[in-house]
Each structure stands twice: as structure tokens, then as C-alpha cells.
């Protein structure tokens, strides 16, 4: 037994019995079709065909977010670098502020103190005497001349300082005899060695009484050697210590910007020399006797 379904399609359009609603409704095969979807599935519909305008918006949304955000952190690094070359630029007045910022390590202050006083190229202490250079010839100036014509120079400063301290104590009835002034190297070394070979004296022992060649206070223009001319045997002896001349230094010669060398028992083992006085009215002298003081006694600092 067929059913309505099975009778062909011409039957049905031409069927007389039908009723004119389901005619119509046959004859608008598209307007049943659309009756025929629920609710949700033109909604479905209506997604998917706002999606691709949505998700185009979207794209273009995100992608300026991020060019704004790439403008922004170029931005930043731009106005932190002056502040980067600040950091730097301070390191050597704060170096307890930058150090966060270095790369490397600090170096390390605890070194010796001989690596922290030792002046560049300078030679070591030799039988307790400092090395020095020899002072510029055209800073030399005559003070007196020796009995062979030979002519006794002090640096400019130490030989007007000098003048007038012998005029003054000439105005006491003191008389000061020039015995050495300025020395060269060449000079101290044919003092050092031909002496000692003379009286049979090492090195050791002749440096008690003579500084080495390069080593010598005379080598600086500003140490002379002082005697009485009223005693002339007490020259070079410690027995000057009992002249006028001596006398009259002790009690004035700071005036002038001079001091005894080497004093009893002095620091640096020299024999006591009451007749060698050194220029110290300066800043340039000053500096070139003290600074070798500071830098041996730091040296020998345990």
C-alpha cells in the first residue's frame, strides 16, 4: 500500500481535493523552507555573517595597541639613556652610589702602602738615604765661591734666604763659612767612592758619614754645609756643635726657612752632622725633603 508521498509530484500540484492553504503553501516552497528554521539558527546566521566584519576590527584594534606600545617603550628607552651616561659620568665622585651600575668589580684599596706612596721610577733608599734629582742649573745661584775659585749654588729661594741669614748673623759677630753647596751626581760619586777607598771603608760605612751618588741632599739645591770661620777646625766635625755659628743656628735659623738634616739620632741612621742644614722655607722644599720622610716611614710601617 503506497502513501500521499509516493503519488509523483504532477498528481499532487494537479489534485483537486487539496485545500487552497496547503496549495499556497506548496506553491512558496522557499517561504516554508524559511518557516522551517527555529530562531537560533538565523541567529547563527546573522554571527557568522557579522564574524569576519568583528574579528577584521578586532585585528586592526589589536595591532594599533601594539604600534602604540612599541612608540611608547622606544619613547622610554630614549629619556633613560641620558640618565645611564649620568650614572656613569658620576662614578668617580660617588662610587658607592654607582657601583650597582658597574660591569666589574672595584678594585681593591688594601693594597701596601709602599704601592701607595711610591713615587713612579724612584729608586729605593740606599743605607737610610732618600734618593734625589738633581736640581736645573738655570735655577742655581752663586752664594759663595771657595778658596780654588770654585763657585757654591743654592736654588734661587734657598740662596736669597740664606744671604740674608748671613748678613744677620754677621751683624751678631757670627761668621759663616760656606764649606759645600749644590752637588752633582757625577761629583757625589767621586766624593763616595774615592774617600771610602781612601780611609778603607765599605759602602756601609762610608754612607754613615756621605750620602751615595743620586741619594745626596746636596743633589736638590737645597742643603748646604755650614762652619764657623772663627773655628775652621770644627769644619765637618761634630765638634761645631760648640761655635757661635752653631749657636746662633739653633736659635734662629727657622727664621730663614732652614733645619739641621740630621739630628741626633735621626730616623734615617745618618751620622749626627750639626754642620748640615737644609732650605725648607717653600713649598717646592718642603715637598721634596718631607714627601721622601712620609713615603720611607710608610714603607717601614709594619
Known sequence: MTTQNDIPVAQRVSDPNRSPQKQSTQANPILRSLQAVPWWGYSLAILAFLSPIVSTRLWFALNANAANQAQVNSSVTETAQPV??????????????????????PKSTSESPEAITKEPDSPPDLFGHHPYSEAPLNELRTISRASDGYEIKLRDAAAKSYLKMEADAKADGVDFVVISGFRTIAEQQQLFFEISKQRNQTPAQRAKVSAPPGHSEHHTGYAL????????????????????AYRWLQNNAAK???????????????????????FVGDEDSLMTFYKKQNRSSSIKKP
Open 225 to 244: 754645609d755650614i762652619g764657623d770661620g772663627a773655628v775652621p777646625s770644627s769644619d765637618l766635625s761634630p765638634s761645631f756643635e760648640k761655635t757661635a
Open 256 to 278: 730663614y726657612g732652614f733645619e739641621m738634616s740630621f739630628p741626633p739620632n735621626n730616623p734615617q741612621g745618618v751620622m749626627y752632622e750639626p754642620w748640615h742644614w737644609r
Open 84 to 105: 645611564s651616561v649620568t650614572n656613569q659620568s658620576s662614578q668617580s665622585s660617588a662610587p658607592a652610589t654607582v657601583a650597582p651600575f658597574t660591569s666589574s668589580p
